[in-house]
């Protein structure tokens, strides 16, 4: 999301820098169970006076469904911020968890758990944000999942959860600029996957 793409309405904005802390926050308290996600609940943690900091994504989809938390934050003196993806925000770190909704209409328990084994040798400080997961797609028969981060496709066996059957890495060139595209945010960019009878596309 360039300058031009961001709205105007989405006040005050993190810089690349503040975003990193920011989601290693997010996360850690993910990790703990103290986090509560969207606007709904935002919403009524502020009303019960139990919140202690509000991030929001200035590429919510429509904006309006966020626009009255800067002003209830206001009013109930409790600090906010904006950062540009809400894509960055709903970060993965590489994992998968399956719904089961037949099972569970709420999808607050997962029925499936897929993450790829990481090697602590070639961890660095942009592993979490290029293992983000930023697009899902089933395969035609419903056996294989097929999933897409910052530099790689995989493609998962659903009876086969503790890694992919296939992996192919994609702008790997790329591996060696990640501080330049983690300094003008373009780390954070989205990319999409799709099936094809014989191919994987993305």
């Not at 509000?54 to 919510?60: E, G, K, S, T």
């Not at 590489?94 to 070639?122: M, Q, Y």
């Not at 997961?133 to 009876?159: A, C, E, H, P, Q």
Request: glycine residues 2%; contains cysteine; negative net charge.
């Amino acid at each position: 999301m360039t300058e031009a793409d961001v709205n105007p309405k989405a006040y005050p904005l993190t810089d690349a820098h503040l975003t990193k802390k920011l989601l290693d926050l997010v996360q850690q308290l993910c990790n703990y169970k103290q986090l509560r996600k969207g606007a709904n609940e935002a919403t009524e943690t502020l009303n019960r006076g139990i919140s202690e900091f509000i991030v929001m994504a200035a590429d919510a989809e429509p904006l309006e469904i966020i626009l009255h938390l800067p002003l209830l934050c206001e009013d109930k003196n409790v600090p906010y911020v904006s950062v540009r993806s809400k894509q960055a925000l709903g970060s993965s770190k590489g994992t998968i968890r399956l719904c089961d909704v037949c099972s569970s209409a709420p999808c607050d328990r997962h029925s499936k758990f897929f993450e790829e084994p990481e090697d602590p040798s070639s961890r660095s400080f942009f592993s979490e944000i290029i293992s983000s997961i930023s697009d899902v797609k089933f395969s035609y028969s419903g056996w294989y999942m097929m999933t897409r981060d910052y530099l790689s496709v995989n493609v998962w066996d659903l009876n086969m959860e503790s890694r992919p059957v296939e992996a192919h890495q994609v702008h790997e060139y790329l591996r060696s600029k990640l501080c330049c595209l983690y300094e003008n945010d373009c780390i954070f960019d989205k990319f999409e996957c799709c099936w094809n009878v014989q191919i994987v596309l993305s």
